[in-house]
């Protein structure tokens, strides 16, 4: 059974939150402040975060930020906000995705299935992209035989990239094989992702050499 | 037609130039009086050498008359070989005397014409039909001078002449007449030297009096040009233009009041801007903060609904009551905070390259069962290509959503038609039904806030009345344009025009916006 933290300050929406998760088959559990998540998260060890960016203590942003340090954990911001600045820097701080309010408890459930599910298993083969190597079975990546640490989503926005090199993928069909979503959702989710991914494998982020932007068109891993 | 161009480009500026026109009639104006001054001088000098030279004319021929009276003194009229000699004498004696060096003479027998003994000299240039019969019947009429101006032609040219004309009786009582031109070339040349000076003067006046307007108009007009500057300035909304004040005159007055103008008109938009973002915020406000607690409801409510079969029958339709104005009210709140986002001009479009055929098929597939369950039937013109044009998707596929929408609710069961075309510079969608379409009031009013068709019909899908407030937002955002046609009962047209990139304007639509005819 799964594991998700909540971390949520109005008491009625993470009550129902939890009820509507235990209910779809997941085990919960709940920090009510941004300086209780860390603790509870260390304690419990879940495997998906719920993320509310407007907390009392400590915001969403800077646990974000935290989490990221020492986890690949998903995490799926919840945002009242729709206020686009402050979803931009919770995707850059390294949240996998986000889910406005109010949102459906089967959407919901469905981001954090998406999230959950794990990468399709390939034949074992080794894709070498410049000087990246990604183990498609252990999903190691080495940079120069450096082992780089990326987060699963990452992981598999930079497989889905490789495994096709100098083929373009628009920002919705990586949206769709990436994060699984089958209906129009924010491109900007790519942008902000790919962006991490280069600050990873890229040399000089600025001018990158393995993902490349197509202009009008979306991404494609770059030439070998 | 080169010429033509430059004549509407000379008109554009002169109707565009107050200075030019002010300039323009100055000169008119002062070119018509030095004309009218010129005219009046040119003929009154023009009288006055012609009556001088008349005069002197006539007092010359007093003295020839005398110099011919002098010619015949000795003269007996027995002698007859004296008398011939005498007259053949008469015409060099007058041709040399005198001042004027163009004088022509003519001693004339009045008598019957075939008198050999009289002889009737002339000077040998003398054109004798200047002589009309009627002027000879004034000459012997009287014994006084008589004078007449004519026209003689000297060297090709035609220049005007006195003929002066008297009786005479030589001796024995023969009648003659003594006709004497004096022509009046230097008058004439004269009067044309006076002539030129008086253009030639006229012009350099004119030419003087177009400098000095120009300098007085340029000083004057400045003030009005800086005033319209600035008032353009503040027009695009540099609010804090003013107009520099100097001297106390009309001027100073009219930059004082500008700028008081200006003054508080910047305080009366300064509040009103306050106001509106104050009303914005709170609206996004309002909006943020209903979100959770209507997360915690819906959620809620959507277990309740799942639940539902667990519940006797009035608890369970309350909750299927409960849970669709849940999602409408999810919905009102959604096209709110869209709206508000717009006020304040926060919305940043995410462009990418896409098939308008693509988005208007995704948008067809999600409205089908809709258009089933109203028995209406959809149908799609395409062309077969891709029409590729740079879009934010998701704002596109609200928008068709949202005609589609509208016009499968108003086309009471008639086929709803859906087109799609492209042209150089842009792509179109349109989107018509023939049911109950709008008047022209209520066209008029199609894409405000919260405004509905017909408010006694039934509302059926329960749109928020935001949709297409949202939608010509989208498309002015994508720097389209969303029009509508309509008559009542005839339908309605909704066409949706976008530039094919970003960076390209449209120049016209490759749609008609135009109802569907009965054919």
Redesign the interface.
């Given at each position: 059974m799964f594991k998700i933290l909540i971390v949520e300050d109005d008491d009625a929406l993470r009550e129902t939150l939890e009820i509507g998760l235990r209910s779809n088959g997941f085990d919960v559990c709940q920090a009510a402040t941004g300086t209780d998540a860390i603790p509870v998260f260390e304690k419990h060890k879940p495997d998906l975060v719920l993320l509310d960016l407007m907390l009392p203590g400590k915001n969403g942003i800077e646990i974000c930020h935290e989490l990221r340090q020492t986890s690949g954990v998903p995490i799926i911001m919840l945002t009242a906000r729709t206020d686009d600045n402050d979803m931009i820097r919770g995707l850059e701080a390294g949240a996998d995705d986000y889910v406005t309010k109010p949102y459906k408890i089967e959407v919901l459930v469905s981001r954090i299935k998406a999230r959950l599910r794990p990468i399709k298993q390939v034949q074992h083969t080794i894709i070498k992209l410049g000087p990246i190597e990604i183990d498609t079975l252990s999903h190691e990546v080495l940079r120069n035989g450096k082992r780089v640490s990326l987060t699963p989503l990452e992981f598999k926005l930079l497989l889905t990239l490789a495994s096709h090199p100098n083929e373009v993928f628009s920002r919705e069909m990586l949206l769709e094989q990436v994060w699984e979503y089958t209906y129009k959702a924010d491109t900007r989710l790519v942008n902000v992702h790919v962006q991490r991914l280069r600050s990873k494998i890229e040399e000089d982020q600025e001018d990158p050499k393995l993902v490349l932007t197509v202009r009008g068109w979306g991404y494609k891993a770059g030439p070998e | 037609m080169f010429i033509g161009r430059i004549y509407k480009a000379a008109l554009g500026r002169f109707r565009s130039s107050l200075q030019l026109r002010a300039l323009a009639y100055t000169v008119a104006l002062s070119g018509s009086a030095l004309v009218l001054l010129g005219g009046v001088l040119s003929f009154s000098i023009g009288n006055g050498l012609f009556s001088t030279r008349t005069e002197q004319a006539e007092l010359e021929s007093h003295r020839a008359t005398f110099a011919v009276s002098r010619v015949f003194s000795g003269v007996t009229g027995t002698n007859q070989q004296q008398l011939s000699k005498a007259i053949a004498e008469v015409v060099p004696e007058l041709e040399s005397i005198g001042v004027s060096q163009t004088r022509q003479v003519a001693f004339l027998y009045s008598g019957s014409k075939n008198s050999k003994k009289y002889s009737s000299p002339k000077s040998t240039n003398f054109d004798l039909s200047l002589i009309t019969t009627e002027f000879r019947a004034r000459v012997l009429a009287t014994e006084d001078i008589e004078s007449q101006t004519v026209q003689i032609s000297r060297g090709g040219e035609s220049i005007p002449a006195i003929l002066i004309g008297q009786r005479f009786e030589v001796p024995k009582g023969h009648p003659y007449e003594l006709y004497l031109v004096y022509d009046m070339y230097n008058e004439q040349q004269t009067l044309g030297f006076v002539q030129r000076t008086l253009v030639l003067g006229g012009l350099v006046t004119l030419m003087i009096i177009g400098f000095f307007s120009f300098l007085v108009t340029s000083w004057l007009v400045r003030p009005v040009r800086d005033a319209a500057e600035v008032s353009e300035f503040i027009a695009a909304g540099d609010l804090d233009r003013r107009l520099p004040v100097r001297g106390s005159d009309v001027i100073a007055v009219l930059a004082t009041s500008f700028n008081h103008m200006a003054d508080s008109l910047q305080e009366k938009i300064k509040a009103m801007r306050q106001l509106s973002t104050m009303q914005q915020r709170f609206v996004s406000d309002v909006s943020?903060e209903l979100?959770?607690?209507?997360?915690?409801?819906?959620?809620?409510a959507?277990?309740l609904y799942s639940e539902k079969e667990n519940f006797d029958d009035l608890s369970k339709r309350s909750v299927e009551i409960m849970h669709s104005q849940m999602d409408r009210f999810?919905q009102l709140?959604a096209d709110l905070?869209e709206i508000s986002?717009y006020d304040a001009a926060?919305v940043?479009p995410?462009?990418?390259?896409h098939d308008l055929n693509g988005i208007v098929g995704s948008a067809l597939e999600s409205i089908q069962q809709f258009a089933d369950s109203k028995g209406v039937y959809l149908e799609v013109e395409i062309p077969s290509g891709a029409v590729q044009c740079?879009v934010d998707?998701?704002r596109i596929?609200r928008i068709l959503n949202n005609l589609l929408t509208n016009a499968i609710e108003h086309s009471e069961g008639k086929p709803v038609k859906i087109r799609v075309a492209q042209n150089e510079t842009a792509v179109a969608v349109s989107v018509t039904d023939q049911g109950i379409g709008m008047n022209d009031a209520e066209l008029a009013q199609a894409f405000n806030r919260f405004w509905r068709a017909d408010p006694s019909r039934k509302r059926t899908t329960g749109g928020t009345g935001l949709g297409l407030a949202i939608s010509i937002e989208d498309a002015q955002l994508h720097s389209g344009v969303l029009e509508v046609t309509a008559a009542p009962n005839l339908g309605a047209c909704f066409r949706l025009t976008l530039p094919k990139?970003q960076d390209v304007a449209i120049e016209d639509s490759p749609l008609k916006l135009a109802l569907e005819t009965e054919s």
């Open positions: - | 943020h979100r959770t607690p209507l997360t915690t409801m819906k959620l809620t959507d277990y999810d709140l905070l986002r926060g940043k995410q462009y990418e390259v740079e998707v998701v596929e990139r």
